[in-house]
């Protein structure tokens, strides 16, 4: 797929699908008629994978009872586990070193409660100001919990120009008496990657422990956490995963934490050999699925295993060269369509930077959203005044960025945003 010869026309943008070694995945997913979905950065589109593999589970529920636990299609006693296999190689980990369970908060909180061991005078969590809040809230409970004011004990680390971070500047404030840093793979509003290696790198130096919120990375580019050695990770698993509204999460612990002692210790967590042994003595396992805490959410883990299955089949590194690629286009062909009309894309232009979405601001993004979403271009605002624009390798073709630019050139030359107001809805 060739951009030498880029031409700001509809047959470029038809020859470049027909060039696309993805292109087939399209037609397992349910894309609705007259819409392009832009927004698989917050919600990843079902797929007939995914919709299968629960209609499984719940057949396996409707036949086996109880013992759907140990019987059927998918036993769910060690779902868990499987897909946590199922993950790993698209985070660079071994299966042991992977679970899904719980949620991107609630497995942070059980991260924190196991490695923030305030020390000393080693009490600080280092965190960034671009960071998703949530992060943020989970960080500032976990300090009151030990007594700490978040105000003097979390730092968070500047932004130099509010869209990106300086690893420098994270690097600076990484001093003596810091416990922890957690910090994003890829930020959420700029798509901005993080250098995890370098980071990792430095804060061990300093006999930091680091761990990483790849909500915004899963899926999208490829990670080798265990080769860079990094302490732990988290994630949801329904963006570019397209695991389904409030799927269930995951975890990453490095093996060599696996002697460490869930800091919330749950039933699921233990070995399972000894589970049903119903001792009042915890024995976790040996492996990341000791950081499990409850009963696994069966119906909202079951569409995971259809959506790993294309990931397997289509590979992490055509999904990313495919992601680059039509970001590359769509960039170009805002910059040509849109010339003139005050927008900014705010995200990296290197590759190595860059996530999977392309953040395009603009004084008036919320009611230019508004008018995308009236229009059948389906973004995502992130106040004060990104749209978020996430071309999905897996489904979205160049023909859909295409037309999407030219709806977008449409509602600014016509000024239609002007009718709706310039404020968020509720759910952004």
Not at 160 to 183: K, P
Not at 231 to 258: E, I, M, Q, T
Not at 403 to 427: D, G, H, P, S, W
Request: contains cysteine; glycine residues 8%; proline residues 4%.
């Amino acid at each position: 797929m060739d951009l030498h010869d880029f031409s700001l026309t509809l047959d470029f943008a038809k020859k470049l699908d027909s060039e696309d070694t993805l292109a087939r995945f399209r037609k397992e997913f349910y894309l609705q008629p007259n819409t392009i979905y832009m927004d698989g950065n917050s919600l990843g589109l079902l797929s007939k994978r995914a919709e299968r593999a629960l209609l499984d589970t719940l057949e396996d529920w409707k036949e086996y009872g109880i013992d759907g636990w140990t019987q059927g299609k998918q036993p769910w006693f060690n779902l868990s586990e499987k897909l946590g296999e199922m993950i790993a190689p698209l985070v660079g980990a071994s299966a042991d070193e992977v679970i899904v369970s719980g949620s991107t908060t609630v497995n942070l909180h059980q991260l924190l409660a196991t490695f923030y061991k305030p020390k000393g005078s080693r009490t600080k969590i280092v965190a960034d100001e671009l960071n998703f809040p949530s992060d943020i809230y989970a960080l500032k409970s976990q300090l009151n919990i030990h007594g700490l004011d978040p105000d003097v004990h979390l730092i968070r680390v500047k932004s130099q120009d509010g869209r990106f971070l300086v690893e420098d500047d994270i690097i600076a404030a990484m001093s003596d008496d810091v416990a922890l840093v957690i910090l994003p793979t890829v930020l959420y509003r700029s798509g901005q990657i993080l250098d995890m290696k370098r980071l990792t790198v430095e804060a061990h130096k300093r006999n930091i422990m680091i761990g990483f919120d790849a909500c915004h990375s899963i899926g999208a580019i490829p990670h080798s956490f265990s080769e860079w050695d990094v302490d732990f990770a988290y994630w949801c698993n329904y963006k570019y995963l397209n695991g389904g509204p409030g799927a269930v999460g995951g975890l990453f612990v490095n093996r060599k934490h696996f002697d460490t002692a869930p800091g919330l210790a749950g039933w699921f967590g233990s070995d399972k050999e000894k589970q049903f042994d119903l001792e009042h003595n915890f024995t976790p396992a040996n492996t990341a699925s000791a950081y499990q805490i409850g009963t696994p959410h069966l119906l909202s883990l079951a569409p995971l295993m259809g959506s790993l299955e294309i990931f397997a089949d289509a590979g992490m590194e055509k999904i990313r060269q495919k992601s680059l690629h039509i970001n590359h286009y769509f960039m170009r062909l805002l910059e040509e369509e849109l010339a003139g009309m005050k927008f900014e894309i705010g995200n990296p232009r290197e590759d190595y930077r860059r996530g999977g979405h392309v953040s395009l601001e603009h004084r008036e993004a919320a009611r230019i959203c508004k008018a995308l979403k009236e229009n059948g271009v389906i973004p995502d605002f992130r106040a004060p005044n990104v749209i978020r624009l996430a071309p999905v390798s897996l489904y979205t073709s160049y023909e859909d960025v295409w037309k999407a630019v030219q709806i977008l050139k449409k509602i600014m030359t016509e000024k239609l945003y002007e009718k709706f107001a310039n404020e968020r809805e509720v759910v952004a």
